[in-house]
C-alpha cells in the first residue's frame, strides 16, 4: 500500500467519523441515558445492594421522639439474637447448610436461602471450615461468611 492510499484511507475514517458524531450528538439520542435517582436506587435494590439515606436527608427524616413513645419503646423486649457457628465440611451442599441453618433459627426458609446461593452462584464458592452466623444476618451477608 503506498503512501496516498493510506492517506485516502486516513482520511475516509475520519470523514466517517465526524458524519456519526455529528448525528449521534446533532439528534440528542445521547440524552436521558442517564437514570434519575430513583431509578438507580430500583436498579440497585433488583441486584441485591441495599440502598441507604445519605446523611443530609437522614437528618431531614428523623423526627423528635415522643416521651411517651420512647417509653413504650424501651419498655418492649428487644429481639433476641441467635448466634451460631457452622462447621462447614467436604463435600456439604448448599441444602445441608440451609437446614441446618434454619434448624438453628438463623434463618426462616431453607429453600430460599438455597434458592438464594444457587441464582448467585455462590454455592460453588463455599469454604470449608467455621464461621459465626447469627439471625440478624441478611442473605448477602450468610453468603459472603460461607464464601469468604
Known amino acids: 500500500m503506498n503512501k496516498a492510499r493510506l492517506q485516502g484511507l486516513s482520511a475516509g475514517i475520519i470523514f466517517t467519523t465526524t458524519i456519526f458524531a455529528a448525528f449521534y450528538y446533532g439528534t440528542g ?23 441507604t439515606l445519605s446523611t443530609e436527608e437522614a437528618k431531614k427524616t428523623v423526627q423528635p421522639k415522643d416521651p411517651v ?3 413504650k419503646e424501651a419498655s ?5 439474637i441467635v448466634t451460631y457457628t457452622i462447621k462447614v465440611k467436604t463435600n456439604m451442599t448448599t441444602a445441608e447448610i440451609a437446614d441446618r441453618l434454619s434448624k438453628e433459627k438463623i434463618i426462616d426458609e431453607a429453600a430460599e436461602f438455597e434458592a438464594y446461593m444457587n441464582d448467585r452462584d455462590f454455592s ?3 469454604q470449608i471450615g467455621e464461621f459465626v452466623v447469627t439471625n440478624n444476618m441478611t442473605y448477602r451477608q450468610l453468603a459472603n461468611t460461607l464464601t469468604h
Open 29 to 51: 439520542k445521547f440524552e436521558g441515558t442517564t437514570p434519575t435517582a430513583e431509578e438507580a436506587k430500583e436498579l440497585l435494590v433488583k441486584k441485591g445492594f441495599v440502598v
Open 69 to 71: 413513645l420512647m417509653e
Open 76 to 80: 418492649k423486649e428487644a429481639p433476641s
Open 124 to 126: 460453588k464458592k463455599i
